[in-house]
């Protein structure tokens, strides 16, 4: 899995946090501990799925476009990190004489697939008004 969720999930939750709901992409940058080219990347595809809304030139930056308390873990997952949980290579051949070797390919690719169903309803029933719930009560 990459970290694209966790920041996606980081940035709604401080836009929620933040009184008027809007941050430049370097103060975003500066709370979730990466730089500011990966935020804008994020979240463009924030952007383009309804999350955030950009406002230009001075005093802008991303403004909240959603509620908190309706926007789920699994909406953001399937934004910008659906399908990550499988690694990008797997052992194995398909065209070996071995069955172990032929198999192992086509079943843990099964086993990926039914991971990230369990993992999308996972993710469902949390919230980005939860995960501040959860901010503030620890």
Not at 4 to 27: F, G, K, Q, R, W
Not at 42 to 66: A, N, P, Q
Not at 117 to 124: C, G, K, Q, V
């Amino acid at each position: 899995m990459n970290s694209e969720l966790t920041i996606a999930v980081h940035s709604l939750a401080l836009l929620a946090n933040l009184p008027d709901h809007m941050a430049s992409s370097e103060h975003i940058a500066k709370n979730v501990c990466t730089n500011p080219a990966r935020i804008r990347k994020i979240m463009s595809m924030l952007r383009k799925h309804g999350f955030v809304r950009t406002k230009e030139g001075l005093g802008g930056g991303y403004i909240l476009d959603c509620d908190p308390r309706e926007v789920n873990l699994a909406q953001l997952y399937r934004t910008v990190s659906c399908g990550t949980l499988k690694p990008q290579w797997c052992t194995g051949d398909p065209q070996d004489s071995c069955p172990v070797s032929a198999k192992m390919h086509s079943v843990m690719d099964q086993i990926f697939n039914e991971a990230e169903e369990h993992f999308t309803r996972y993710l469902e029933q949390i919230t980005i008004h939860s995960v501040l719930d959860k901010i503030r009560q620890s």
